[in-house]
């Protein structure tokens, strides 16, 4: 569909995207959660919106970059707005959003999303888990939501299931969900041409890529420009991929220990195929069960999150690995 040509100055939701820097989930997002935007509609309920609105979320969209919550700031006035970033211009020198540190009542917010959380999982409500999912995006932040809710819920998953309180179906569903959030996670940012090249994917036989699409967005808040393969993808199929993308890095997500053989012949075949000039690092709640055959290569495994950020931190400097083991 064509834009309205008799008023210029209303535009459909991929034009704000664009011109915006914000992502079309997240837009709806903050539409439907904070009324951020009110945009009017055509006779087919499309969204379209003004330049003022492309304005906003410009703003919206700084501000959140630098650390302040969506629900707080999300109907300030345009003067607001340009008020609360020059502040934050004058008393930070930091270029990199960070982490909201959650302290005193927020603690009560993580665990009354957890709760919420998993109680929508073992009822079945993937709809209720979705809306929970990003009411807890805007509130808390991409990485705060995935460091401080998302993995300890995962966690909560993994030992129901070994307990017999969830079924895998549960699993399923859940992994549906986050992997449907993926979009509004990952990074409004665009990416520098100049970033370095990394694949994300999951070897053979491991079919749960819940840890690498967490990777992939954690990977491109450090500045890294992700190819996400998906999961259970063979070594020759990787190492195609850092061919044609000249990555310099290659991470895999085991999560489940099944067949010893053919994990072992997989990474030990991949680790040959991109060479002693590409990294191979290796992730996952299974990866420690693999340290031999990765000793063995040269591989790098990493033991969580803050452990990849500081790896990928050292790659991008060029420096050695042994600074972070």
Known sequence: MKEDQANPAQYLISTVSKRSGVKAD???????????????????????????????????????????????????????????????????NQTQPHIRPIRGDKHELLDDYLEKCFSAIIAFEATVLERHCENAIAELGPMSFIEQLLTPLLTKMDESLQAGLLRPAHEHMATSIIRSLAYILRTNRPCSRQAPRMIMSTPTGQLHETGALLAMIIAEFKGWHVTYLGANLPAEEIAAAVKYTHARAVSINISFRNDDSVIIKEIRRLNTLIGKDVTLIAGGRAAVDYQTILDEIGAFRVNNYDHFKLVLDGLRAQTSFQDYA
């Open 26 to 92: 997240l837009i709806r997002a903050w539409e439907r959660r904070y009324e951020a935007v009110s945009p009017s509609r055509t006779e087919g309920r499309q969204r379209i919106y003004t330049d003022q609105d492309i304005a906003r979320l410009r703003l919206l969209n700084q501000a959140t970059n630098n650390g302040h919550s969506i629900s707080q700031i999300a109907r300030l006035s345009l003067n607001e707005l340009h008020s609360l970033i020059t502040k934050d211009m004058h008393t930070s």
